[in-house]
């Protein structure tokens, strides 16, 4: 996931946001399908894998003690003992790139549900989790909330991306892929619904309306209304023109080049990378109280500028 906060798309739709581009957001949302084995941890055991030629117990460390089991070195990330989960795992690549994107520190109140539905082999965490989370007002942004979905036995197939919701518009940004900036223009005249009132009601309605739009629209309703009882005013809604911007990757450029590139670079110069330990931590801490929220089923509250 720190390839997101390297890549030019992200960047772009950084800007994007930052311009008003959308409006006012209020929603994000976040998804990451799987559907394989592989996807779902099911990682290869070797034949040979024995007591004999792997040091059980460093492996276990603080972790309950237990007879030999090569599975849960393997598969490390299917068992509470040893790893975080899905959250852990992949909510992590989440935030960072919503966080980049937003210039958030990250939510400051996390709840969490889900459950293990499909891929039960021994595995003692969830293979379907849910999130959401409220981002308080901040002087990069104004408050906003995120819905999370991580789905390991989606039947569509592999898939990941982000929406930005916002009052004047939709910025999808698929993960590897395109970033597409749709707006559709909004009504510039109220609507009504005289037409579900008798008609002495609806015409009355209608010339309070007559006052509140322009003269053509009004002679276009009175026009219409004669006899019809209209649910609505007829109007073009319908054919308003969505207007629709893409932006994608140029070619040969792949966001994980672009992250060794700069992580080598930044090693070389001394300068600030932009995820640093912070930036880290603030990406880490929503995603393991979502572990939390998941398996306490209470709602978890974090600060994300003292990261307590």
Known sequence: GSQRVSSVIYDKARQLLASGAIGELNLVEAWWDRNSAIGAWQYSVPPDASPSNIDWDTYLGSAPKRPFEPVRLFRWRNYQDYGTGVAGDLYVHLFTGIHYVMDSNGPNRIMSTGGLYYWNDGRDVPDL?????????????????????LNFEAGGGDGSGFRFIGTEGVLDLAVGGALVLKRKPKDTEPGHTAGTFSKATAEEILRDYRGKISKATAEEILRDYRG??????????????????????????????AHHENFINA?????????????????????????VSHFTRQTMHWDPETMV
């Open 129 to 149: 989790m849910l999130g959401m989370y409220d981002y308080p007002d901040t002087k990069a942004h104004k408050a906003f909330h995120l819905s999370i979905r």
């Open 228 to 257: 019809k009882y209209p649910a609505q005013r007829p109007s073009a809604d319908g054919m308003r023109a969505n207007t629709e911007q893409r932006w994608v990757l140029p070619p040969g450029y792949t966001e994980q080049y």
């Open 267 to 291: 090693i070389r110069s001394r300068k600030a990378v932009i995820e640093d330990s912070t930036f880290g931590l603030r990406a880490a801490g929503p995603a393991l109280l979502s572990n």
